[in-house]
């Protein structure tokens, strides 16, 4: 349970370092490289990745998750 956890807390964080490095690349380049399509690309890959984790995880019951009644 603990590493399920770890592994969605380092996926966010390499989230947020892409984000910011695809916000560099757009204010450094002068728009003939191609490098901030890369990294928004990668993270979109990572979001699905952490998507698919927390689902999985839920699924399975590793993190339990609160149902309400209706």
Known sequence: MLLVKLL???LLL???VSL???LFFLVK???SKKRTVKALTFRIGLSVLAI???V???LT???PIKQTPF
Request: net charge negative.
């Open 56 to 58: 999985i995880a839920g």
């Open 20 to 22: 910011f490095s695809g």
């Open 61 to 63: 019951g590793v993190i």
């Open 14 to 16: 390499a989230i947020v």
């Open 29 to 31: 380049d002068d728009g």
């Open 52 to 54: 698919i984790v927390i």
């Open 8 to 10: 969605i807390v380092v």
